[in-house]
C-alpha cells in the first residue's frame, strides 16, 4: 500500500484516453455527432499526466485543444477511433473510454454533396463497432496476459445503477462511471460532472457534484489502488 500512496501513482504506467464525439460523414459537408465537449477526457488526460502516467489521448471532435504534455492523436469516426484504440492495446496498461462514439453511422457517405430535390429522403444508418465491448473481448482473448485495467462511461438518463452495471458486465470492465446526463451539473459541456462508480463487485462510491478535473483527481486514485504491481 505504502508503494500506491506517492505523489505519482501511475509513475511508468501507459494510459491510453479516449475523448470527444465522433463525427460520421454523410457527405462532404454534413455530418452526423453528438454533444461531448471532450472536457471529461481531457481532465482525465490532465489527472493521469500529474500522477506521473505517460498518456496518449485519442480524440474526436472537441470543444479545445487538447492539454500539453500528452500525446494527442485525431480521430473522425468511430471506425477510426476503434483502429486506433486496437492497435495500441498491446502497449497500455489501463484505458479510459471518456469518448461519446456515434453508435450509428451513414450506411454511405456520399463522394459529393447531396442536392436537394425530393420532399422527403431517407438516411439509412448501420451500427458502428463497439469499441469497449472489443476491448473487453480483446482482454478476455489474451486471458488478460498484459494485466490490462478497462474503464468505460455510462451516459444514462433512467436507472442509471442497473444500466451501468449491465454495461460493466457486458463489456468486462474493471470500473465503470456512470454519470446521469439528465442532471443539472453533470455531463455533456459541463465543467462539473455527477458520476457513480461500479466495480465488478458493485457500487464504489458516490462522487458529489465537482469540476470535472476534481472527478478526473478521484478516478485515477481508484484506478492507481487496482492496478496489479508492475511486473506481477
Ligand atoms: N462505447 C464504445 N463504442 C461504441 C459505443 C460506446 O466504446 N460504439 C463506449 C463508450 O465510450 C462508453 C461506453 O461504451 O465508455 C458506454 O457508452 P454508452 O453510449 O453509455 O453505452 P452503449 O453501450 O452505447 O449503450 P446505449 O447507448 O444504448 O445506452
Ligand atoms: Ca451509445
Same mark, same amino acid.
Given at each position: 500500500?505504502?508503494?500506491?500512496?506517492?505523489? !505519482? /501513482?501511475?509513475?511508468? !504506467?501507459?494510459?491510453?484516453?479516449?475523448? $470527444?464525439?465522433?463525427?460520421?460523414?454523410i457527405? /462532404?459537408?454534413?455530418?452526423?455527432?453528438?454533444?461531448?465537449? %471532450?472536457?471529461m477526457?481531457?481532465?482525465?488526460?490532465?489527472?493521469? !499526466?500529474?500522477?506521473g502516467?505517460?498518456?496518449t489521448?485519442?480524440?474526436?471532435? =472537441?470543444d479545445?485543444?487538447?492539454?500539453s504534455? @500528452?500525446?494527442a492523436?485525431?480521430?473522425?469516426?468511430?471506425?477510426?477511433?476503434?483502429e486506433?484504440?486496437?492497435?495500441?492495446? /498491446?502497449?497500455?496498461d489501463?484505458?479510459?473510454?471518456?469518448a461519446?462514439?456515434?453508435?450509428?453511422?451513414?450506411? *454511405?457517405?456520399?463522394?459529393?454533396?447531396?442536392?436537394?430535390?425530393?420532399? =422527403?429522403?431517407?438516411?439509412?444508418?448501420?451500427?458502428?463497432?463497439?469499441?469497449?465491448?472489443?476491448?473487453?473481448e480483446?482482454?478476455? %482473448?489474451?486471458? %488478460?496476459?498484459? $494485466?490490462?485495467?478497462?474503464?468505460?462511461?455510462?451516459? *444514462? =438518463? =433512467?436507472?442509471v445503477e442497473r444500466?451501468?452495471?449491465?454495461?460493466?458486465?457486458r463489456?468486462?470492465?474493471?470500473l465503470?462511471?456512470?454519470?446521469?446526463?439528465?442532471?443539472?451539473g453533470?455531463?455533456?459541456?459541463?465543467?462539473?460532472?455527477i458520476?457513480?462508480?461500479?466495480?465488478?463487485?458493485?457500487? @464504489?462510491?458516490?462522487?458529489p457534484?465537482?469540476?470535472? !478535473?476534481?472527478?478526473?483527481?478521484?478516478?485515477?486514485?481508484?484506478?492507481?489502488q487496482?492496478?496489479?504491481?508492475?511486473?506481477?
Amino acid at each position: 500500500v505504502a508503494m500506491l500512496a506517492g505523489p !505519482r /501513482p501511475l509513475a511508468g !504506467r501507459s494510459v491510453l484516453i479516449t475523448a $470527444g464525439g465522433t463525427v460520421e460523414r454523410i457527405d /462532404p459537408v454534413r455530418y452526423i455527432s453528438n454533444d461531448s465537449s %471532450g472536457k471529461m477526457g481531457f481532465a482525465l488526460a490532465e489527472a493521469a !499526466r500529474a500522477s506521473g502516467a505517460d498518456v496518449t489521448l485519442i480524440c474526436g471532435r =472537441t470543444d479545445s485543444a487538447a492539454p500539453s504534455g @500528452v500525446k494527442a492523436i485525431k480521430v473522425n469516426s468511430a471506425v477510426e477511433m476503434y483502429e486506433a484504440v486496437m492497435e495500441r492495446l /498491446p502497449q497500455t496498461d489501463v484505458v479510459i473510454k471518456a469518448a461519446a462514439v456515434a453508435d450509428y453511422r451513414p450506411k *454511405e457517405t456520399a463522394d459529393h454533396k447531396i442536392k436537394k430535390s425530393a420532399e =422527403t429522403i431517407s438516411l439509412e444508418l448501420i451500427r458502428n463497432p463497439d469499441i469497449l465491448q472489443s476491448i473487453g473481448e480483446w482482454k478476455s %482473448g489474451n486471458k %488478460g496476459s498484459n $494485466g490490462l485495467f478497462v474503464v468505460g462511461f455510462a451516459a *444514462e =438518463t =433512467t436507472d442509471v445503477e442497473r444500466h451501468a452495471v449491465d454495461k460493466l458486465n457486458r463489456k468486462k470492465c474493471d470500473l465503470m462511471i456512470a454519470n446521469d446526463v439528465s442532471r443539472e451539473g453533470a455531463g455533456f459541456g459541463s465543467d462539473t460532472n455527477i458520476v457513480s462508480v461500479y466495480d465488478t463487485r458493485g457500487l @464504489v462510491e458516490n462522487m458529489p457534484q465537482m469540476s470535472k !478535473r476534481e472527478v478526473a483527481n478521484r478516478i485515477m486514485e481508484l484506478i492507481a489502488q487496482r492496478l496489479p504491481m508492475k511486473g506481477s
